[in-house]
């Protein structure tokens, strides 16, 4: 006699996705309230639903009495639960992700939204947002995603950032993504021989970032600046340019002393003697210069 048989058969997906987007903030049957953003915009949930779909939402609306050992006698946190560093539309991308498992995203908030894919674990969604970033990148937003990249280890995202500001560089440098960058972010910038832009806008980009974030951090130029003017290839800069520097720094000492002795050394002495090898390379964008061809032998 033949035994029972048995199939798992699969439904109309859209359909049951359909149905669980109309429960996203939808207070009938919800039991969980959040009081989102500085507006304090009520989002309604299901606490079933961010429990099971989430880890770190199980943990904020559970709570395990004092003084017990076993987690199993975990009865629900109460509410309502206060979220005041994050937009409710930012919160809302999220909850539609954990009862949909899709999201929809816009420019101006699929940074903030890849934040708090981090912060919740939700590792599908964090994809999902640098595909978004990625495929809709643009000159002004470029800087700001490099920067969430290189904060959140996603360093596919990184390189692609990397390579949109190599192939349109004169333009990323006057953002004000640009002059919100780290100084750890900007030097990395810096260290690529693709940047397509002459050295002198480099410097002069440089210059301005620094005094932003001198500004903003309450620290001196030469403090802030320390990291990425290391990558500044003074080098490559006729001695009339490095003239005008030297008059420019003696208002603010963005670049070292030894630096522009350095590179007057290396025309001094025609060749990059005593130089880093990198910072006598030119870039991709840099200007053709009489003294380049002493510098080293191998570059054109």
């Known amino acids: ?22 429960l996203v903030n939808n207070p009938q049957f919800s039991d969980v309230t959040f ?10 949930a299901h606490r079933c639903v961010l429990a099971c779909r989430c880890q770190a939402f199980q943990g904020m609306l559970t709570q395990v009495p004092v003084g017990s050992q076993d987690s199993s006698s975990s009865v629900p946190s109460q509410g309502p639960f206060i979220l005041g ?8 991308a999220v909850i539609e992700f954990l009862y949909t498992n899709s999201v929809t995203l816009n420019s101006h908030i699929v940074l903030e939204v890849l934040t708090s894919s981090v912060e919740y674990g939700l ?69 690529s021989d693709r940047l397509a ?8 980009a440089v210059r301005e970032w620094a005094h932003v974030s001198s500004a903003v951090l309450e620290r001196p ?19 009339s340019e490095l003239v005008t520097l030297e008059s420019h720094n003696q208002r603010d000492l963005l670049i070292p002393v030894e630096s522009i002795v350095a590179a007057w050394r290396a ?20 200007r053709p210069r009489d003294h380049h061809r002493h510098l080293e032998p191998h570059t054109k």
């Open 267 to 286: 025309h001094a002495l025609r060749k990059g003697s005593g130089v880093p090898s990198p910072l006598c390379r030119p870039r991709r964008g840099t």
């Open 123 to 191: 590792q599908d969604l964090c994809k999902l947002c640098v595909k978004f970033i990625k495929d809709t990148l643009s000159v002004e937003q470029v800087c700001e995603a490099l920067q969430a990249a290189v904060t959140y280890g996603q360093t596919d995202l990184q390189q692609h950032c990397l390579a949109f500001i190599e192939g349109c560089t004169a333009a990323v440098v006057r953002t004000q993504g640009f002059r919100e960058l780290s100084d750890v972010v900007l030097a990395q910038v810096l260290r």
């Open 221 to 239: 130029v030469p403090e802030v600046a320390a990291l990425p003017v290391q990558e500044l290839r003074l080098p490559l800069l006729a001695p």
């Open 1 to 22: 006699m033949a035994g029972p048989c048995s199939a798992r058969l699969q439904g109309d997906v859209s359909a049951l996705a359909t149905a669980l987007r109309a």
């Open 85 to 92: 560093n994050v937009q409710p539309e930012v919160f809302l």
């Open 35 to 44: 009081v989102v953003g500085r507006e304090q915009q009520k989002v309604f």
């Open 197 to 204: 832009v002459d050295e002198l806008e480099l410097v002069q």
